[in-house]
């Protein structure tokens, strides 16, 4: 397979080569050939079937938009022989995608001098998970509002989570950096701290 990972952007594509050789080591020509793939539908593969060359090869393509790793293995349809060996490919996440990330708060109301969490979910622009990324919460009124932790990382779900409480009444506009990728989530969350609850409400887009 080459190349051995590409990005899971259902564009890119790894080639596979399957070489048919009889005991001999010479060749086999004319033979038709499958290859499949551990994760099934999940990934595109082309064409269904091929015909090997004189050199004994048959070519094909693997695509995919998820995340992971795929065992590919091929069959000689003509001989109805299962190649004992597999290859593998891996596809990646690409960078964030504010459209498909998301915040939220919550719960929605809670005594000022309570704790509200904030749950920072990061994907990219097929939607997998994106693991391992930074990111930075803060609050347009910085020291008013205790945030913790201030940075975080994202969890195999994608996931990073922050806590935030206050004991000044007002309004706090709380905005997510991934700094990995330079990325501001386009929806900020706004949340309002009043003399006995903090109500969370989404803001326009930046």
Do not use: W, Y
């Not at 910085?142 to 996931?159: E, K, L, Y």
Request: no cysteine.
């Amino acid at each position: 397979v080459s190349p051995a990972s590409l990005p899971a952007d259902n564009t890119s594509v790894a080639t596979v080569t399957v070489t048919l050789r009889d005991p001999a080591g010479t060749p086999v020509t004319g033979k038709s050939v499958s290859i499949s793939s551990s994760r099934m539908a999940i990934d595109v593969i082309a064409p269904g079937s091929a015909t090997t060359t004189g050199a004994g090869t048959a070519l094909f393509t693997v695509k995919s938009a998820t995340a992971g790793q795929s065992t590919i293995t091929a069959i000689d349809l003509t001989s109805n022989l299962t190649l004992p060996q597999t290859a593998f490919v891996t596809f990646l996440s690409g960078n964030t995608s504010a459209s498909q990330s998301s915040a939220v708060v919550s719960p929605g109301s809670v005594p000022v001098g309570g704790m509200a969490t904030v749950t920072v979910s990061l994907r990219d622009a097929n939607a997998n998970p994106l693991a391992g990324k930074e990111v930075r919460l803060t609050s347009n009124r910085s020291s008013n509002d205790t945030i913790s932790p201030a940075v975080a990382g994202t969890n195999a779900s994608g996931v990073a989570s922050f806590n935030i409480s206050s004991t000044l009444a007002g309004t706090s506009i709380l905005t997510a950096t991934v700094t990995t990728d330079n990325v501001t989530l386009a929806d900020r969350k706004s949340t309002r701290l009043n003399s006995s609850h903090v109500s969370e409400s989404r803001m326009p887009s930046s």
